[in-house]
């Protein structure tokens, strides 16, 4: 369990987002509205959010976070690294020197820990169960750029006004409930939730602020918190600097000597 918690802390800082505190680039806090009375067609919602896609080909993110469960805390620096629909590498540093690794593509999930000597390689299956939802590249993908993890145009959703944002839902399947709340400026997503009631399992993520650098809205601030039953894990990074288009690298090769980790499903 010791190495599973690890790899999902890892995992998941490449799924997640956090903080944007300082940039090279220019950038601007982002104002948000809140939504009036009068609710407005689902379709219309969607379009506007679908306004505000993001046009890079790679994007490099250094980081502060912090990881949280029933057991630990734990803070680390981050380098994140995105070549857009391709791969996300995440490095972990501590006190400058890298301690463990990460590579998502849409094929695999990879991780290595210096610390005990461990590597991971596999799909997303356990990453799916452990969050209470089924996950793939492109959804990794959008929470950690400050989108819907469902293509919200292949859904059906009702409108309802709920924390002053709108919030669109589904109630078309009772064991999944998925909510999507969006401010009413320039329809930034807020938050977003995927439960399992009978199953216990709940996964959130809040967006409360926004900053546009180069022209592109990413979250300022986001919050992960994930329930499977009883356990509860809460993950926050901030964003240290933030560059787009620049040419990166992502070198991974697991060092000589480790074990692999195999990971129980159920």
Known sequence: MQYLK??????????????LQSCKSKAR?????????????????????NLNALNFSTLSIKAAAKYQDDNQSQNVM????MKKDEKIMVIIRVLGITMAKALITPESVKYYDKIGNKFFEGDYSALSQWLGTDLNYQKVQSIFLGKTIEDLHKGKYKVAIADKWYQLYTQDNPEVNKSFYFESDN?????????????????QVTYPEYRKTDEKLLPLQMVLEAQLESAKTFIDVEYKNVNFNEDLSFPYNVPDGFERIELEKK
Do not use: H, M, W
């Open 6 to 19: 690890k790899i999902q802390f890892v995992v998941l800082l490449a799924a997640g987002i956090v903080v």
């Open 29 to 49: 806090l982002v104002s948000e509205g809140t939504a009036s009375d009068n609710e407005i067609p689902a379709v219309q919602i969607i379009d506007k959010y």
């Open 78 to 81: 981050a380098e994140i690294r």
């Open 187 to 203: 329809y930034l997503v807020k938050k977003q939730e995927i439960k399992q009631p009978t199953l216990q399992r709940t996964l």
